[in-house]
């Protein structure tokens, strides 16, 4: 452990910018760089977890590194870190890096092959990278304010028969493709149908409704999202009921209202999608009362992890 | 141009494993690299091509830069370098190498965003990277000797109205699930079906089958292959007809012969798929034809682009 938490060279960097853990050494985050022959990149076989930073303490550490761990799981790779050290390099990349708020991601890629190894991935060797960068919202902060204008893009989610979603990766080609959408229509951001027509998420957030007072997210197609869990459990703390059924675009602009949920960002209140305006076109109650209650928590230090900035 | 073809700092370099071409610099292959925050890693937004050199001369370079030039317009990137230009990098990158065979990669990332920067994919600034590197077979020419054996995939193909496979790209979490059904089932490699049963590609390659002495190759889901073009336009050279159109798993259970296509390999016949012997357990006699054929074009010189090694 000693070798992952002091390292030799540290004085010789500047980490304000964010730190990172990148090939067994610690570097300022914009230094930390994947192989173009790592299949983490050219066949994007990686999986990641995101954790945020609040006020320095993690929220709900465990559960993103639990997750984390099913993901690795699931595309069988293995890295030498158990959870102990996980944790305690992405504590070391948030205390060089000083930030007391930031947006920790850890990743593992599969590798780079041998020469003349044959195309199996058992054969090869995963690689592990951390880092810890000033905190990112998802959408902006004065979009939140106003209530996000969403759309409900045509591109399809890639579909669980392809790629599971509940194993968070890279897969991207299709919000990037909703994202141009978004761009073209002028408006925040977007929700993704599945092949049959039921909502499924966003480019890094989930998504809920609510109708007559109910808290709805889709069942299926979608990331089980920790700040998704953190909203049932705060559904539960409020006596706000909730539940997971599929739901279809014509729930949605049916509904009283929409938000979304993301590490990045929290809760995050929208007021339009498509042409419909929801709410008197401002976040809704039951959404602002979900997010401030969601601050409170970490106010409160709930689910909080203390990071010794040394 | 200059800055392009006679950099400095070249001599302090071991080019001998590969040479690429990377923040606009000349570097060896294995230390060209990707952040982890540009997008096409942590989003897997990025097209790229393949061209091969055999005997000192790329295969149908100007094909595959206007696949690259039509990918890149796909995705609404822009580098600023012009085809010319482009040619002339992957030349460089191919010379520095002093390799006769290789395998020669271009590629667009959408970038890393600025700090604070909306999601929004247009305000980007793409990269561009290349590299040459030993030819690869993505088949090894022992396998290929003896036909592989390959197997249907149960995992889907990632549809076209979620990510478009005519552009080229590193979505792989698919064809990576096949390749763990590969090895699980102790075979060489897989062909993936859509959604709706039909045959799409593999791993990296185009599939054909032979029937009745007719090739047919699936008429959707798949690449647009360089060589797959290639095979097309051998068949018109040496009379064999030839056709595109939606195949089943049966279909390919009861060919006469089945291979595949790729610039890493060229066309590559199997000998099995599933339970199912093929050509009496080794390549067929069609794909042997076409097989040979293509390799004699390169000794011809068709369709080369010399490379003078200077």
Redesign the interface.
């Known amino acids: 452990m000693n070798k992952l938490t002091t390292p030799q060279t540290l004085t010789e960097h500047d980490f304000s ?1 964010g730190a ?1 853990f ?1 090939m067994d050494a610690y570097v300022p ?2 230094q ?6 790592d ?8 999986t ?1 977890d995101v954790v945020h930073v609040w006020d320095g303490a993690f929220f709900r550490l465990d559960q993103h590194l639990s997750r984390f761990e099913r993901s690795m799981a699931g ?2 790779m293995k890295i030498p870190y158990d959870r102990d050290e996980i944790r305690e390099i992405l504590t070391t990349c948030v205390r060089l890096s000083g930030l007391r708020r930031a947006y920790v ?1 850890m ?1 593992t890629t ?1 590798g ?1 092959p041998l ?1 003349g190894m ?5 054969l090869m060797t995963n690689r592990f ?1 951390a ?1 810890a ?2 905190w990112i919202d ?1 959408i ?1 902060p004065e979009v939140q304010e106003r209530g996000a204008h969403l759309i409900i893009a045509k ?5 669980p ?4 979603p509940t194993i968070k ?9 909703a ?2 959408e978004v ?1 073209d229509a002028g408006a925040d951001n977007a929700v993704l149908l599945d ?1 049959d027509g039921f909502v499924t998420e966003g ?1 890094g957030f989930n998504v809920f409704m609510v109708r007559d007072g109910k808290v709805c997210s889709p069942d299926r197609g979608a990331l089980e999202g920790i700040t998704r869990q953190t909203v049932f459990d705060l559904c539960d703390a409020l006596a706000i009921p909730f539940e997971t059924r599929p739901i279809t675009s014509d729930d949605l602009h049916a509904a009283d209202e929409i938000f979304t949920s993301t590490t990045a960002g929290g809760i995050m209140p929208a007021a339009r999608i498509d042409g419909t305006i929801l709410s008197n076109d401002r976040p809704g109650p039951v959404s602002v009362r979900l997010k401030e209650t969601y601050w409170q928590w970490h106010r409160e230090g709930r689910d909080a992890t203390k990071i010794d900035y040394g």
Chains 1, 2 share one sequence.
């Open positions: 910018k990172a990148a985050a914009d930390a760089s994947v192989s173009v022959m299949w983490g990149f050219n066949k994007s076989d990686v990641y595309l069988r991601a990743l599969r780079v020469p044959p195309r199996k991935p058992s990278y880092y960068i000033p998802v902006s591109t399809e989610r890639i579909p028969e392809s790629v599971d990766n890279y897969h991207w080609g299709d919000m990037i493709g994202l141009f761009e092949r480019p």
